[in-house]
């Protein structure tokens, strides 16, 4: 993109933000990123850093996002206990060499923390390396990201680690929040081999295993698991890209068009409408204007689920699908498939009730 092409981009960025202050990104905001790739909505609101929270209060859907204050001072409580005198805990866990050095960058201000983590890093000095400051490129913005500690040890290898507070239960984790953990950590391993091809190092010295740590049981004991995030690096590196070339989207939106949090309701209401959502029940864990969008695609096939939307491929709405299946409607071409699907679904479900004394009564 050439220089002039980007100020153009940002300029209309902004307008489309309006007044307000550009939202910047976080390791779970860029990790929410993917959750559903498909959506336009979502690309156009974040690559122009509107603050999704709000813009579903102002149209009142809010949605109850973030941690609860329970959770927030269990992890940082758990955090604490790892990370006391310089780490004692927590090298126990990770088995990690005895000589291996403690460095707290810990500094003032985001850039000095910055210029220290790049620091340490081309020295290249064997250390576990706590409150490091990391950058990424964002839909051309600079995000600055924390991860909870980076290894730099085992030959070498750069590995990040993230310490969290839910718990392993004899060897099980709750799937979603460890697919999130993954997601997070691989934003972070994305940023630090970034950082590597920048100080002329090999980014592939930065591991794609990175190290969870979670209470053991249910206790406040430490264990740690190792997850390989390849696949979602590839993922976030797709959306990334996709991010920065949000250029087509906003050429297609109406000259003028804002979500100028100062709007009245109605009007960011129908600002909304320009821009195409793809809702899916994920979004509810991943995006801030998820309720929103759910009132929004109800009576949709779509708001059922991808699986449901794939399998339903050419049906729209729910009413679309009960016509087809109690024949009230002549399927088209393309619907023809699943129709004959559907009244054998309503068939078969018919005879199944039929069976059960109390649906006959
Ligand atoms: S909640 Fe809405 S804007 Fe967010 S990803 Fe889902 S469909 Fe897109």
């Known amino acids: 993109m050439d220089q002039g092409t980007r100020l153009d981009q940002s300029t209309r960025l902004d307008q489309l933000r309006g007044s307000g202050r550009a939202k910047r990104h976080n390791a779970r905001t860029i990790a ?140 099980q984790a709750d799937s979603a929040k460890v697919s ?65 070339a949000v250029t087509g989207l906003i050429d297609a939106l109406p000259a003028g068009l804002t979500f100028d949090l100062a709007l009245e309701p109605e009007e960011l209401v129908a600002a909304l409408a320009h821009v195409e959502a793809r809702y899916a029940p994920e979004c509810l864990s991943a995006c801030e204007l998820s309720v929103y969008c759910r009132n929004e695609a109800a009576g949709s096939t779509a708001a059922l689920g991808r699986t449901v939307r794939e399998a339903l491929g050419g049906i729209d709405s729910v009413g679309e699908v009960l016509d087809l299946a109690e024949g009230r409607r002549e399927p088209t071409e393309d619907q023809a498939e699943a129709a004959a699907m559907l009244q054998a679904a309503l068939r078969l479900r018919s005879e199944a009730l039929s069976l059960v004394p109390e649906a006959r009564s």
């Open 32 to 171: 929410a990123l993917t959750g559903n790739p498909g959506c336009n909505r979502r690309a156009v609101l974040d690559a122009a850093g509107i603050d999704k929270q709000r813009l579903a209060e102002r149209v009142g859907h809010p949605g109850s996002f973030g941690q609860s204050r329970f959770a927030l001072s269990r992890g940082n409580a758990f955090e604490a206990m790892l990370k006391a005198d310089d780490c004692a805990l927590l090298r126990e866990v990770l088995a990690a060499d005895a000589g291996l050095g403690y460095q707290d960058l810990g500094a003032d201000t985001l850039s000095d923390r910055h210029e220290q983590t790049v620091k340490v890093l081309a020295d290249a000095r064997s250390a576990l390396i706590d409150h490091p400051l990391l950058t990424l490129d964002v839909a051309g913005q600079t995000v600055y990201l924390e991860p909870d500690l980076i290894a730099y040890a085992h030959h070498g290898r750069l590995q990040v680690v993230e310490i969290k507070s839910f718990a392993i239960v004899d060897g």
């Open 180 to 244: 999130a953990a993954a997601v997070q950590a691989a934003v972070y391993v994305l940023a630090l081999r970034d950082l590597m091809e920048r100080l002329g190092q090999d980014p592939s010295t930065v591991s794609h295993e990175v190290v969870l740590v979670c209470p053991a049981d249910f206790s406040f004991h430490p264990t740690a698991v190792v997850l390989d995030v390849r696949k979602q690096l590839s993922t976030l590196r797709r959306q990334l890209s996709r991010l920065a």
